[in-house]
């Protein structure tokens, strides 16, 4: 037993608070909630891009010097990879049919990251000698690097629900424009940590918990974007 429960303390830390965001961004669609096949599928992808961007990440990292330049391109690898996975998995679809979709998809792919993300962060080197403390280090994790994908990711999906009745030209430029603010805003918070005491963390991860209080701010606006012709008929 003793052997068996930092591993169920690991899946526990990365898994369950992974999916009680999900639970909670859920219910921001809840008028028009997406299927769940389709949400399963998302979370799945962002699992599996864990494994595609860590060879990655390492292939990197043997050509940058600084700390910091390792930090910046990890950031972008991972948010680039979470977009593609997205796009590819979910975006394309006919259920991604309106504003706020793209926004939960891109959280749910986020989740799906962290979750497994985490997992393996409490696996390796199993984060303490004690089921005990691999749960408080698996709350670290629920509260800073969880929420970092979930709020990166989510400006990805709120440049694409902006652009969600624009031409396509324009909604590529959006989509840039988002997984480039995604990037410097994932960069940021790893240069904070990187640069932060220890007894001063929790104030970077306020900065997330801020960031995110502005995306749910945001979120209200996206859920009244409509098409231009239903505007116009509404007037009538």
Do not use: C
Not at 9 to 15: H, K, T, V, W, Y
Not at 31 to 54: D, N, S, Y
Not at 82 to 100: G, H, N
Request: charged share 15%; no cysteine.
């Amino acid at each position: 037993m003793n052997e068996v429960a930092p591993f169920l303390g690991a899946i526990a830390g990365g898994m369950f608070p992974a999916l009680a965001w999900l639970w909670f961004w859920q219910r921001e669609d809840a008028p028009h909630p997406e299927p769940r096949k389709l949400i399963a599928l998302a979370f799945f992808a962002g699992m599996v891009t864990v494994a595609i961007v860590i060879p990655i990440q390492k292939l990197a990292a043997t050509f940058l010097i600084s700390q910091t330049a390792i930090f910046i391109a990890w950031s972008a690898i991972e948010e680039v990879m979470k977009y593609f996975a997205a796009r590819i998995t979910v975006l394309w679809r006919r259920d991604d049919d309106e504003p706020i979709d793209p926004v939960i998809y891109m959280v749910t792919v986020a989740l799906g990251f962290a979750a497994l993300e985490n997992t393996l962060f409490l696996l390796s080197p199993l984060s303490g000698e004690t089921f005990v403390q691999t749960i408080l280090t698996g709350n670290l994790r629920f509260v800073g690097a969880t929420l970092l994908h979930v709020l990166s990711s989510a400006v990805i999906g709120v440049a694409l629900a902006l652009s969600f009745y624009k031409p396509k030209r324009v909604k590529r430029l959006y989509a840039l424009m988002g997984v480039i603010l995604a990037v410097a805003l994932h960069s940021l918070f790893n240069l904070l940590i990187l640069n932060t005491a220890e007894e001063h963390i929790l104030r970077t991860f306020g900065l997330v918990w801020l960031g995110l209080v502005v995306l749910l701010a945001v979120l209200e606006y996206v859920k009244r974007i409509h098409p231009m012709i239903k505007r116009k008929f509404a007037r009538l």
